[in-house]
């Protein structure tokens, strides 16, 4: 095929293969400096897991708060 170059696309795959980096969770996929170096799923699953260590340790609401008037 005229024009094109066997090849290219592999290659700039390799290059890609060894600039980005590795998720910081082990996983095996790659991650991202948006994510914090984490794939996109260890990036979720690292959220939920702090979201729900902040639900544990916050204090529960007061009591009277959560009473409807009569």
Do not use: W
């Amino acid at each position: 095929i005229p024009g094109r170059r066997s090849g290219q696309p592999m290659e700039n795959e390799q290059q890609q293969a060894q600039t980005a980096p590795s998720c910081r969770a082990g996983c095996g996929f790659f991650g991202a400096s948006a994510t914090e170096g984490y794939c996109s799923q260890c990036f979720k699953n690292t959220l939920k897991r702090q979201q729900d260590a902040v639900r544990l340790t916050s204090p529960a609401p007061s009591q009277t708060m959560n009473h409807s008037p009569s």
